[in-house]
């Protein structure tokens, strides 16, 4: 059974700093994972898609990177902003044609103006 | 472009009460698929749906049905409704024919279902 994680629950930086969330993964067997971004109340926004062939994926000041072997996925944000507080969620979907996400409980993420 | 839209954004329901969700997918997307998330928690998978049957389910009892329309829109239903029940309700349509590269799944804003 798949299960992904994501550490920390919760953080806090200054505004201007670059950060690194994580995602944890226990099935390497991945068809994609998707970076999204929840702001509170509200439903989820697509960020990032990387397929289970690609290394990394890049969006502006957002750079995702997947290490399949490892299960690992990192999302770095530079040059943060108070708008970038949200939640930060990681989902990672099994094959084509599956299109069910299994989610990580997200990062909560607070931008210090 | 409409994206994928929700209705009812919230609702107030009692225990044992039933209650009907809607969501019309992005446009030209043919598969819908239904997610609860409870708070401080990630968004679990229900169930989804493409040429008007229910392909895959997740962990969730039968009191969670839904039906998909010749449109693609989609309904979730719930029975018996408890107190547990209640989270937001998120809907996420993609397209099972785009390839490799566009395959990106889109979430609604969601419908936040209290039960009391």
């Known amino acids: 059974k798949q299960e992904v994680t994501q550490i920390p629950a919760a953080l806090s930086v200054p505004e201007g700093e670059n950060l690194v969330l994580n995602c944890s993964f226990t099935?390497?067997?991945?068809?994609?994972l998707q970076w999204f971004r929840q702001d509170p109340g509200k439903g989820l926004t697509s960020l990032l898609l990387?397929?289970?062939?690609?290394r990394e994926q890049t969006s502006g000041r957002l750079n995702a990177s997947l290490d399949k072997s490892s299960g690992r996925s990192t999302l770095y944000i530079a040059a943060s902003q108070p708008g970038d507080s949200a939640t930060y969620l990681c989902?990672?979907?099994?094959?084509?044609?599956?299109?069910?996400?299994?989610f990580g409980t997200g990062t909560r993420l607070t931008i210090i103006p | 472009d409409a994206g994928v839209t929700q209705s009812p954004t919230h609702l107030i329901k009692t225990r044992g009460q039933q209650v009907t969700l809607r969501c019309s997918p992005k446009?030209?997307?043919?598969?819908v698929s239904w997610y609860q998330q409870a708070l401080g928690q990630g968004p679990q998978f229900i169930f989804q749906?493409?040429?008007?049957?229910?392909?895959q389910r997740g962990n969730f009892p039968d009191r969670f049905s839904g039906h998909q329309f010749p449109n693609y829109s989609s309904e979730l239903n719930v029975n018996a409704l408890l107190l547990g029940d209640s989270a937001l309700y998120l809907c996420?349509?993609?397209?099972?024919?785009?390839?490799?590269?566009?395959?990106?799944?889109?979430f609604g804003e969601g419908s936040w279902l209290t039960v009391v």
């Open positions: 996420a349509s993609s397209d099972r024919h785009t390839g490799y590269s566009g395959n990106t799944i889109y």
């Open positions: 099935d390497s067997a991945i068809y994609n």
């Open positions: 990387i397929q289970s062939s690609q």
């Open positions: 989902a990672v979907r099994l094959n084509f044609g599956n299109e069910k996400l299994t």
């Open positions: 446009s030209g997307h043919d598969t």
């Open positions: 749906y493409y040429e008007e049957e229910e392909r």
